[in-house]
């Protein structure tokens, strides 16, 4: 037996040797990354981002070089740390808390030791660099904005975070990302492709020569130019005129879909976020979380859209013929629709065309009336009336070309099934949605493209903010007609109103322009907030829908002014100084202008901080309402069902 | 002589062709891991793979030399060898060029010469002619000693170098003598010490013994043959709890601060990639990254780029792994296990002991080597520098395998005229 002990114990051991080589080998992949960081090098080379343009060729954003210290903590030897640091502005401190991040994230890879130095800053460094061993520079591009409005729409770069890195190879530590706005959206188009040059290093990391003759070499590819749908003009007229307001502005040409201005407020100035700034503005803007400038409300902001909801609901009692342009409803300083609904038009007997320019409540409230109860089956009505309001674009989203949006909300049968726990809907109970007060939210953007569709006679493009890309053409959807469901004869008469609103005794009488026929809709919508459990009520939001001229529209728009009283006090004006401006070019009436841009409502935002941080509240102005808004309703429906 | 005439007749070509095979690709993993940027010729003596050329050439005369002398003379002349081999590690003291604190080589002009590879050989043909002495009875403890001494007296001296490698190569002797019959006991607490040795080090020492006290009585209880002497068993507790403490003093106290590092390395303990634990990391990066067919002949990233250090010698076999993948690294220890393996047959076949022995101790040596090298590339056995065999660059190392394997070709060719 003696004999078989070594044969036994050379195969046991070859064996052995044969399964832990294959594991190694086959099995286990992290030493093939290993060997790559050992043993190759990449060299970047970064293309320069795509300029961005406006719809007439004006260069709004363009780059500038930037030069990022980059370190590879392995790699450093003998540095002297407090001549770097000297160079460099940075105290010993920053300086050991920067290499432990560095080494905490990769010891052999390169990280970002000091981002974004501007050429002066480079320079010095630059001369002393061969000393401090495991440092190098690498150049980038940073945006230089040629403007200071729009940062809404740029949106920003940044440094990729570590998730980000890992996601998608292409990117690595330093590298720079669209984070927000166009810059997110158009990423791979504004980018480019980087080159990469792979070298072959030894254990002296001295480069060898190119690894395989060059095979996986790549060259830059130049990022390509936006041209945007955007006019500069407008944009920045529209940015100062919401100085010390806050709400967004959208404007649309209705032929294509096309925003023209696309306007949020407050707003910064996009440089802020280039440079070595950067961070600071940013986590200051990310903090301010009442204003909060870094929400796009023009785009996100749901708010209830008021009055000019109402012309929906004319369109729509129109086309299911429980109205026609004659059909007369009274008021009498409201009217009762199992709960009193109040109004000021101040007209007795109302049709079509004076229950629009005098933005009637009770015309509306009995034409939605009508709609819902058209039907025996009450959720047949609300599907038919919400099917009409979706073909406008509302409830939905509305895919444009911005990386962000909103839903809004459109009530259906399904909604107040789940409200009323299946219980027939009667009017009275969503008789708000008749002048856009109940459910309904709408963002500004919607309520432009529903302005756009309404001076179109009953379609839309949806709206995009590219124009062109350089050699390639814009996506199909953003050329794809969308028909409402309602016929175009019945725009007319509501577009008469419309026009009628600019007219004496219309609700925007006082914004009358000469020679330029503006067809608009005021709006006033209530709001509140909760705090600590108690309800207040706020300033009412100010809202106007417009689109001029009246044949042939140029220029559809919404203006939202959070907490703005009224209607024509602000976004009235707004509205109509920004359609005379795109269409006219100048402003004749200079004094209106003057206090549209003077204008502020801080006071009225100093009241909402003081009501979220508890402080001198109003108690007069700012009466907590006793019982809270779900408990108000079901008193209402209770009320409803003991008629 | 009849056998100067024909001198081919009863070589054992296969083990001539495995080891034709193993040289040449040692060779050309060689040229691969010293290859300079700029290409020379292959026979460019200032070039590694260029020297090792010449060392595989006259490797040529020495197989020559070898299969036309008498196969008789190596029997006779064990003594002599032996003799001589012991002369000249005990003149390294006097005259050996000190290499990392090392004093195991010979200097001549450019090139080295390592006595301790031949003693390997002249220590087997010793013990093989001690053991093939007819009275000889490894059962006796005189004989025991004897034999213990034939290798002890060139491992005393390699220690003292101190080799701590190339001495551990000879106690795989015991293999022989256990093939020749000494008591198994020798081997089982042999191994059982080692194994306990690296317990020690990675568990506490307490449940060491908790755990052999309990295999104790268990033994105890199932004993039903022998002697149930209660006091061989208390002593043999003894000893194993004096040896399980003794290890971390012999760690801590006994151990060169380098051997304590690659223990550490091995059990994976507070390894500094960059210092202890740089050389076998970047050997298992070179042959983790070859996959299964590798990353091509000469095309090896890690090898090119120089980071595994003695790349050429003891870490040869890294740029096997690399360049020709898990395919070529199975087909290299393959091929080393058909000679290892042929050996032992012709071994087992050979008519007198004294061949049979020497087969052994050869087959016995050359495994020993192969699995103490590769396994330390992959983390299986504390580093230790031990070249592999016909693979590695260096002179006296091939030549020394090449005597050894071919003195036993010849003693196998022999047996045809033994009777």
Redesign the interface.
Known sequence: M??Y???G???M??L???A???Y???I?D???L???N???KKEFDFPERGYIYDRNGKLLVANQPSYDIMVIP?EMKNIDTLELCKLLSITKEDFIKKITKAKKYSPRLPSVFIPQLNKREYAGFQEKERKFEGFYTQKRALRDYQVHYGANIFGFIAQVNEATTKANPYYNSGDLIGKQGLEKEYEEVLRGVKGVKYL????HNKI??S??EGKFDTISQQGKDLTLTIDADLQEYGTKLMVNKRGGIVAIEPSSGEILALISAPTYDPALLVGRQRSKNYTALYYDSIAKPLYDRALLASYPPGSPFKILTGLIGLQEQVIDEHTTFYCNHGANFGRFMACHCGYHALQLNNGIYRSCNSYFGNTYKRIIEKYPNSFESVDTWANHVKSFGLGQFLGTDMPIGAKGLVPDSKLYKKVYKGAPIRSSYIISNAIGQGEILTTPIQLANMMATVANRGYFYTPHIVKKIKDREIDKKFTTKHLTSIDKKYFEPVIQGLADVYNPGGTAAALHVDSLQICGKTGTAENKIRVGGVTYKLQDHSIFVAFAPKDNPKIAIAVFIENGYWGSRWAGPIATLMVEKYIKGKITRKDLEDRMLNGSIQDEYQKLEDIIYRRNIDTKRNEPIANTTDNNNKETKKEEENH | MSSSKNVNRGIDWLTILLYILLVGMGWMTIYSASLPLEETSIFDLNQIYGRQMLFIFLSIPIILIILFLDAKIFERLSFVFYGIGILLLLGLFVFGKTIKGQTNWYSFGGFGFQPSEFVKTATALLLAKYLSYPQINLNLTKHQLIAFGIIGLPVLLILMQPDAGSAMIFLSLIFVLYREGLPSWYLISGITAIVLFFLALLINPLYIIIGFFLLTVLHFINNKKISRNPFIYAFIFLVVTGFVYSVNYVYNNVLEPHQKDRIDVLIGDNVDLKKEGYNLNQSMIAIGSGGLTGKGYLEGTQTKGGFVPEQHTDYIFTTVGEEWGFAGSAVVILLFMTLFLRIIYLAEHQKTKFSRVYGYCVATYLFIHFFVNIAMLIKLFPTIGVPLPFFSYGGSSLWAFTIMLFIFIKLDANKVNEW
């Open positions: 003696r004999k002990l070594l044969p114990l050379i195969i051991a070859t052995l040797l044969l832990k080589i294959f190694l080998q086959v286990d992290s030493f093939k290993q060997s790559e050992n043993a190759i392995r072959l290093r030894d254990k060898i020569g690894y395989k």
